[in-house]
């Protein structure tokens, strides 16, 4: 038991100076053109610190150092036995910087201490673990060809991967780019996103410290149209491991089509179902999971279940039972220990996600639950928890990413139009059935275009098991071993043996 006094956050945050210059060839550097950004905080607008404006000259650098580290083989020539022992080295490094990570996040994008803490920390840690345990375990192939010769099938490293990630779990997204494209060997610059650059830039000083050769892991800050504009334009970019939206996830196919044709890997957005049939057997669990996995991360998450489709007749019980727990995720100070939710990132997604509010109500949905911006005098940028009722499937709340705490209730009559009302969206990164016929779970899972379908649970993740989408939700996948296919090519080499 941890019997440890609690932390005071506001104490700690008031020490901290975050250094937000790039971390280049193993070097903190302003950026080449002098220019930085302030970033403020989301949770009360208070300045954190100066960024450095990455634009085409850092990027430049950081591709050279990466190529330069890729090509004289101080990372990818390593043995694999010998690059497990540096990422687990990172991974403890992480795990030991907990606290400092934790704020950090908690500060540049507004999600509660106590999941900053519990989640996105150890997450990143056992993702960077992972990936180390597994590379000295994969093995190449030998193909069943002939007599007369030997064909192996191996894979190596692409080269430079250029990493580009979002703000909505900063250091997740940035490990899992990171744990598959360091583990095999590759040369990574991360771009991490304008609006939560300063965990990522820990990151890479932690992987210094514990052993990875300058050069290999480059973090560029910047915003989206200079710094990622041009790292995914650069001819020296040999893939792209993108998350973020279908907009810009558009854009990394254009770039890689207009420069080298580099590979990209789109992780992308979603308007996941969540499915509720009349025989579910436990309508409890069922509410409590919606309303969780709907307000988890101030709904900022892309598999947020933010379209819940129930059946006619249960619908007005069940809605009752999710609109009842709402309160319980009102927003609070995200540095308090206790608050479930948090501050939306900035300004600019507060007025997107109140005007989507306002066009369901101009749409004629009906609210239950919020719909009002919360704790306007702490100079942050909150939300209620938002419940619409008799939501239509071509409305704008049901159709396009809200990216905020906003539900969205459906109903249907039966299986067929369940179905046909969970797959009628260009997304495909989640859903979930709610039943207790095993033949009805099954038979709707199969129907279900998305990448994960999940049955009488929302919540259960792991590293073990791919994550990523179908449609305009992206393609590849990050997590499990199925993600070293992002990071690896695949070679064939050809040996003759001579009869004798
Ligand atoms: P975004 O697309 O605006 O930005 C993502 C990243 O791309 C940022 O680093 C940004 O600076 C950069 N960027 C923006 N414009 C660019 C341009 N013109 N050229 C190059 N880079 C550019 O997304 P966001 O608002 O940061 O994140 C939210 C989105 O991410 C949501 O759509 C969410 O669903 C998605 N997301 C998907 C997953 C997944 O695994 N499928 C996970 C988390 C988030």
């Not at 193909?143 to 490293?157: D, K, N, S, W």
């Not at 590759?186 to 050769?213: F, I, Q």
């Not at 007005?316 to 009102?330: G, I, K, N, S």
């Not at 539900?407 to 179905?419: K, T």
Request: net charge negative; glycine share 10%.
């Amino acid at each position: 038991m941890d019997t440890s006094p609690p932390i005071d956050w506001h104490e700690r945050a008031r020490s901290l100076q975050p250094d937000g210059r790039a971390l280049i060839d193993g070097q903190r550097l302003a950026a080449a053109a002098g220019d930085s950004f302030d970033k403020h905080s989301p949770i009360d607008g208070r300045r954190l610190t100066a960024i450095a404006r990455g634009r085409e000259a850092d990027i430049d650098r950081a591709v050279a150092a990466a190529r330069r580290a890729f090509d004289d083989g101080r990372w990818a020539r390593q043995p694999p036995s010998a690059r497990k022992k540096v990422l687990r080295r990172f991974a403890e490094r992480v795990l030991a910087a907990a606290d400092e990570l934790a704020l950090l996040e908690t500060l540049d994008m507004g999600k509660p201490i106590r999941y900053s803490r519990t989640v996105d920390v150890p997450a990143t840690a056992n993702c960077i673990a992972w990936y180390a345990e597994a590379i000295d375990k994969v093995y190449d192939e030998i193909a069943p060809t002939g007599p007369q010769a030997l064909a192996l099938v191996t894979r190596e490293p692409v080269g430079v991967v250029g990493a580009i990630v979002p703000w909505n779990y900063p250091m997740i997204m940035a490990a899992w780019k990171l744990g598959p494209a360091l583990a095999t060997g590759n040369s990574v610059v991360l771009k991490p996103s304008e609006k939560s650059p300063l965990t990522a830039l820990r990151l890479a000083e932690l992987a210094l410290e514990a052993g990875l050769p300058p050069g290999v892991f480059n973090v560029v800050p910047g915003y989206g149209h200079e710094a990622g504009e041009a790292l995914a334009l650069h001819a020296g970019v040999d893939a792209i491991g993108f998350t973020g939206s279908t907009r810009i996830g558009r854009r990394m196919l254009e770039y890689a089509g207009r420069s080298n044709l580099k590979r990209v890997y789109n992780e992308l957005g979603g308007k996941s179902a969540f499915i509720v049939f009349p025989d579910c057997s436990d309508l409890e669990r069922a509410a409590a999971t919606a309303a969780g996995s709907m307000f988890f991360n101030q709904g900022e998450s892309c598999n947020a279940p933010s379209r819940l489709l129930v059946q006619a007749g249960l619908a007005d019980e069940f809605v009752q039972r999710v609109t009842a727990l709402a309160p319980r995720f009102q927003p609070g100070d995200p540095l308090d220990d206790a608050t479930q939710m948090g501050a939306l990132v900035d300004e600019t997604q507060l007025r997107t996600v109140l005007g989507y509010i306002d066009s369901g109500h101009q749409e004629g949905a009906r609210c239950l639950a919020g719909g009002q911006q919360a704790r306007g005098d702490s100079g942050g940028y909150y939300v209620e928890p938002t419940v619409f009722d008799a939501v239509r499937n071509d409305m704008r709340i049901a159709r396009e990413e809200i990216f905020g705490p906003v539900l969205s209730v459906i109903r249907f009559n039966d299986e067929a139009e369940a179905i046909r009302l969970a797959n009628d969206t260009s997304y495909g990164l989640q859903a979930s059935v709610w039943s207790g016929q095993l033949d009805r779970a099954h038979r709707v899972a199969r129907a279900l275009r998305a990448g994960t379908v999940h049955v009488n649970q929302y919540d259960e993740d792991d590293i073990t098991v791919p994550f990523g989408g179908y449609k305009q939700s992206g393609n590849g996948r990050d997590k499990s071993l199925h993600a070293l296919e992002k990071y690896t090519e695949l070679k064939t080499t050809w040996l003759r043996i001579d009869a004798g």
